[in-house]
T-cell receptor
């Protein structure tokens, strides 16, 4: 069966520090991968998606970047965090083609 | 641009009552409609997926209907239990969108009181 992992589960970082969040999927190959952010009291915002290794599409211009160095690994990064980057970050995957989207457990990021 | 709306934003019912959650979307060119559940501080769990050609999908106490022409879906939860307390989100992938991107509604926060 397929599983999706995210780490760390929680993170507290000072403004201006770098960020690296990791997401890995097991039990499938060539998935579509997604990064979402859920700010307090707000809905899900799609940040990036990837349909293959090295292929990244950005949905919202911002302080963050994403990379997909391996088929089942998706990384969210920032060189310098802003207060507004605080939120709950969710990684998700789908098989190729329209299908159910499966979510990871999320990372709670607090920028102070 | 697809817009997905969920009304009400919050709902409180006594245990045993049936829950009715609404989802509306503006563009009917969709592959399917998906319902998710989110517990506080957790990721989303898929509940039901209705294909665009289907009118209804059932799983246990959950039943979801889809009326694509009117841009509406309804999630029914029978005989609610306190464990049903969570936020419920609907989402649609657009036929025209690359990468099977989902557009989410804002969610309905449900509280089932014992």
């Amino acid at each position: 069966s397929q599983t999706i992992h995210q780490w760390p589960a929680t993170l507290v970082q000072p403004v201006g520090s770098p960020l690296s969040l990791e997401c890995t999927v097991e039990g499938t190959s060539n998935p579509n991968l997604y990064w979402y952010r859920q700010a307090a009291g707000r809905g899900l915002q799609l940040l990036f998606y990837s349909v293959g290794i090295g292929q990244i599409s950005s949905e919202v211009p911002q302080n963050l970047s994403a990379s997909r160095p391996q088929d089942r690994q998706f990384i969210l990064s920032s060189k310098k965090l802003l207060l507004s980057d605080s939120g709950f970050y969710l990684c998700a995957w789908t098989p190729q083609g329209p299908d159910t989207q499966y979510f990871g457990p999320g990372t709670r990021l607090t920028v102070l | 641009k697809q817009e997905v709306t969920q009304i009400p934003a919050a709902l409180s019912v006594p245990e045993g009552e049936n829950l009715v959650l609404n989802c509306s979307f503006t563009d009917s060119a969709i592959y399917n409609l998906q319902w998710f559940r989110q517990d506080p501080g957790k990721g989303l769990t898929s509940l039901l997926l209705i294909q665009s050609s289907q009118r209804e999908q059932t799983s246990g106490r959950l039943n979801a209907s889809l009326d694509k022409s009117s841009g509406r879906s309804t999630l029914y939860i029978a005989a609610s239990q306190p464990g049903d307390s969570a936020t419920y989100l609907c989402a649609v992938p657009m036929i025209k969108a690359a990468g099977n991107k989902l557009t989410f509604g804002g969610g309905t926060r449900v509280l089932v009181k014992p």
